[in-house]
């Protein structure tokens, strides 16, 4: 028990405690809305046995020697890019609001974009150990550049701008960190911004979330619907919420108020200060894996630090922005809070990390 990285465990269990409390009290009028069960508890059963799931997946990786990945991250990234490409298969793609995101198997639905981001984060790890020498040369830097386009490029054909940007932006901090260029990651954040900007403008619904960003109360019957019923949500908790279960917006006014507006009812119900509790967690738990990257690379892991490095950042990226739509700081984008969030794949993948991270710590402990 000793060689358990409790700084992470603890804050890890709180996040996923805290997060099935809010599901269940978030996801109530969900169910009856859509008029399949008169449970009004059915998505908090679901994310518990999605929680139950994640602690097998978890448990597994933690029993996996951190090298694994290193010596098989490319069938690692093979298989992951894979199963976004059979997505469009018909039959196989699950098409939802005109989104085509999962792998229907009748029982749980598969989000391979979710997949995709540990995968990505072991494969640009393991590419910046090995090729560390030549990442600053064009060769070196265009080859995980290619792999990105291509995951990119199926995952925008789903469509899913927000997954696209926080694997961009993830690929090039941990390259940044592992050694590219200042100019190469100029060049990099550039294109992302550029490519992303085009994806907006030539693209009605994003442009229409960007125009009711600004100004979200202007369009509250149309396109701001989502964003104004979550800053009223915000704004109803004041400082200290009007307590949990009795949020007015997760009842049929905030769509999607257990998944990616989750946050808005949390600050609704708990107030600011539950707000502020829950980003002081997130914090602690991201400070922490960063600690254990850090350890990493002065015992002269070099991989199994890009690994942790790059699951904190990929937290904190996706909490940030998360968080930030809620708050009305960025445009709606349609992206889960880890480990709070209903959301099957999400929370199963992130599960599997933070194992991977104990794992890497326990490696440390033991001198592995």
């Excluded at 993830?170 to 992303?196: E, N, Y």
């Excluded at 609704?268 to 509790?277: H, P, R």
């Excluded at 922490?288 to 937290?315: D, H, M, P, V, W």
Aim: hydrophobic content about 55%; charged content about 10%; glycine content about 8%.
């Amino acid at each position: 028990m000793q060689k358990l990285n409790f700084s992470i465990l603890l804050p890890f269990l709180t996040l996923l405690v805290f997060g099935l409390v809010m599901v269940f009290s978030a996801s109530v009028f969900v169910e009856e809305s859509l008029g399949r069960t008169p449970d009004p508890f059915a998505y908090g059963y679901k994310h518990l046995i999605f929680i139950l799931i994640g602690c097998g997946a978890m448990l597994i990786s933690f029993f996996i020697d951190s090298n694994f990945y290193k010596t098989y991250d490319w069938l690692i990234l093979t298989f992951s890019i894979f199963l976004l490409a059979i997505i469009f298969i018909p039959g196989i793609g699950h098409e939802v609001n005109g989104a085509r995101r999962w792998i229907d198997l009748t029982y749980i639905k598969v989000q391979p974009s979710e997949l995709i981001k540990f995968s990505l984060i072991i494969y640009i790890s393991a590419y910046s150990l090995r090729r560390k020498h030549e990442l600053s040369s064009v060769i070196g830097f265009l080859r995980p550049m290619l792999v990105l386009f291509l995951i990119a490029s199926l995952i925008m054909a789903q469509p899913d701008l927000g997954t696209t940007l926080i694997l961009c932006l993830l690929a090039v901090i941990i390259l940044f960190f592992a050694g590219i260029s200042i100019g190469q990651f100029f060049i990099l954040v550039i294109t992302i911004f550029c490519l992303g900007t085009m994806a907006i403008f030539f693209a009605p619904w994003r442009l229409a979330r960007l125009t009711s960003f600004i100004d979200p109360f202007e369009q509250f019957l149309d396109s701001g619907w989502q964003l104004a019923n979550a800053l009223i949500g915000s704004g109803r908790g004041e400082i200290f919420g009007i307590g949990l279960g009795a949020s007015i917006q997760k009842n049929l006014y905030l769509p999607e108020p257990h998944t990616d507006f989750i946050f808005s009812i949390i600050v609704e119900e708990l107030g600011m200060l539950g707000g502020l509790g829950l980003i002081a967690i997130f914090t602690m738990l991201v400070l922490s894996i960063l600690k254990e990257s850090n350890r990493c690379f002065s015992l002269g892991k070099t991989f199994q630090g890009l690994i942790c490095y790059g699951i904190a950042i990929l937290i904190s990226i996706q909490s940030m922005f998360n968080i930030g739509v809620n708050i009305g700081l960025l445009p709606t984008k349609g992206l889960t809070l880890p480990f709070i969030s209903y959301g099957g794949a999400s929370l199963i993948t992130f599960m599997t990390m933070i194992g991977v991270t104990l794992r890497i710590s326990f490696e440390n402990n033991t001198k592995i």
